[in-house]
């Protein structure tokens, strides 16, 4: 069934069977070194300090990347690659691990997933790998080291038009797509763009006939010469005109780096027929979801973000009428305790930031260095924007983490209130220590400075006790933020 998987997709993909999608389109972070927020504004018109980060596109070669990196040669001796490439890619990791170990970072977290996906495709599946000039001429080593260098189709250009600000240089005017084919045999539609306006006027080659449309005499070779038309287009290029999402685009969802409809209709049109299924591991907020309903395309999709699922689900499948367990599933958002502590044990990132955005917080993405805050929330007090930071914890809990939530308390300035997420029951001693960090207060009522919430009192649909939450508007369409 179409499916959208809230999750990281390298876990995803490794449940999935083998052999058994059409076509993959991906647009994974581009290693841009910048985070991508949501913008949002609150009701107050006092900024959000840490907005909600729809993704982060920055790289550290930290202790994990560092331990896989040198695993890379040999997942890809595993997977049956050629053993020089293989030799190749253990020189280059020692290289790029002293010149550039930032770039080394997100070619791992490419290249176990490229692997994946070339797993999942079908004998006569495409992948179109969506990239920019920042790192497009490695990834291109990744895509021939493999789906091997003859697999390459095109390199394709989407050129468009915008201002970009930077002097000293050309303007950045392009993106790059490598489409590259499984084996030989794959789909082609040879699908058509239409002339310009005044082609075959002025242009002596084309006659008309006697309907009046224009055409010209193709002559092959030992074969008799044959019309075209000029009606029927022309055999599309690999350099691609198509307008960029821009503020004024009709289709614009405010989603940081959303694509054009277009570009994913003319892949999906070209390189899958009807029914066909479908793959975006990095969906974002669901251009190819919308490309493949529109198309008559079967789906997956899968984003890490979770307010990308949401938006999805209701944006693009709401317009066509779709309904959730009939036409297509969402899988990976936990609907049960039980379900949130299978989460937990998959991915312990994953469920902090979904226990974080249940109650209403906004996640702070990063996994190290975030001193006991996994999330705020944000309350209004007369002129002041305060804010009650969340932690949560998944596995084993005691009363010292509830001691350091009281020192996060005492440390961060305009931070009134606490809160604890917790899998688990809390202890008797733990609601002790809770209880003496003491009250807040504000006009007249107490708020308890730590409070503590289990995934269970979420579910029976308790929440914060804390001055009436911002709520926050989507800038661009006034849309409240998505209830989870
Ligand atoms: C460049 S955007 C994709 C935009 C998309 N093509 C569109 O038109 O909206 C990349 C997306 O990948 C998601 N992402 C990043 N890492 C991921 C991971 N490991 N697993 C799944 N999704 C991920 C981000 O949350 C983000 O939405």
């Not at 499984?182 to 082609?199: C, H, L, M, P, Q």
Request: include cysteine.
């Amino acid at each position: 069934m179409n499916t959208l998987f809230y999750g990281d997709n390298l876990t995803i993909m490794r449940k999935m069977p083998a052999e058994s999608v059409d076509l993959i389109y991906l647009d994974p972070p581009f290693n841009s070194n910048r985070s991508y927020n949501l913008l949002y504004k609150n009701t107050t018109g006092l900024p959000i300090p840490e907005q909600i980060e729809a993704f982060c596109d920055t790289w550290e070669l930290d202790y994990e990347k560092s331990e896989m990196a040198k695993d890379i040669p040999l997942i890809m001796h595993d997977y049956g690659i050629h053993h020089e490439v293989v030799q190749f890619w253990y020189y280059l990791v020692q290289a790029l691990k002293t010149t550039n170990p930032r770039l080394l970072a997100y070619l791992v977290y490419m290249t176990i997933r490229l692997i994946e996906m070339h797993r999942l495709l079908k004998p006569t599946g495409s992948l179109y790998l969506h990239c920019d000039p920042t790192a497009s001429h490695y990834l291109k080593i990744v895509m021939d080291s493999v789906f091997g260098p003859k697999h390459i189709r095109n390199e394709i250009i989407w050129h468009y038009k915008r201002y970009t600000a930077r002097s000293g240089q050309f303007q950045k005017l392009h993106d790059v797509l490598f489409w590259y084919s499984k084996t030989n045999t794959y789909v082609f539609n040879d699908i058509r763009e239409a002339y310009g306006a005044k082609s075959g006027i002025h242009d002596s080659h084309y006659k008309q006939d006697e309907n009046g449309k224009w055409f010209r005499w193709q002559k092959r070779k030992g074969a008799e010469p044959y019309k075209i038309y000029l009606s029927e287009g022309r055999r599309m290029g690999d350099v691609w005109e198509i307008p960029f999402i821009n503020a004024s685009s009709k289709e614009r969802l405010g989603y940081p780096t959303q694509k054009p409809l277009a570009l994913l209709e003319r892949i999906i049109q070209a390189s899958s027929k009807e029914n066909d299924l479908v793959f975006d591991p990095f969906c974002g907020c669901g251009t190819t979801i919308e490309a493949a309903i529109k198309n008559h395309r079967q789906w997956i999709g899968c984003d890490i973000a979770i307010h990308s699922i949401k938006l999805i689900q209701t944006t693009r499948i709401q317009k066509y009428g779709f309904t959730e367990h009939v036409e297509y599933r969402i899988e990976g958002i936990p609907q049960s305790p039980e379900q949130a502590q299978y989460l937990f044990e998959q991915d312990p990132f994953q469920f902090q930031y979904w226990a974080v955005e249940k109650t209403g917080g906004f996640c702070s993405h990063k996994k190290t260095g975030d001193k006991g805050i996994d999330g705020r929330l944000y309350f209004e007090t007369g002129t002041a924007l305060c804010s009650m930071v969340l932690s949560v914890k998944g596995g084993t809990i005691k009363p010292a983490d509830i001691r350091d939530l009281r020192g996060v308390l005492e440390r961060e300035k305009g931070t009134e209130l606490a809160g604890f997420i917790c899998l688990k029951e809390p202890t008797k001693a733990m609601k002790q220590e809770a209880d003496a960090a003491g009250v807040y207060v504000y006009q007249g009522l107490s708020y308890p400075r730590i409070q503590i919430l289990t995934i269970q009192d979420i579910f029976n649909g308790k929440t914060w006790y804390c001055p009436s939450m911002v709520k926050t508007l989507r800038k661009d369409t006034g849309q409240t933020f998505l209830a989870l």
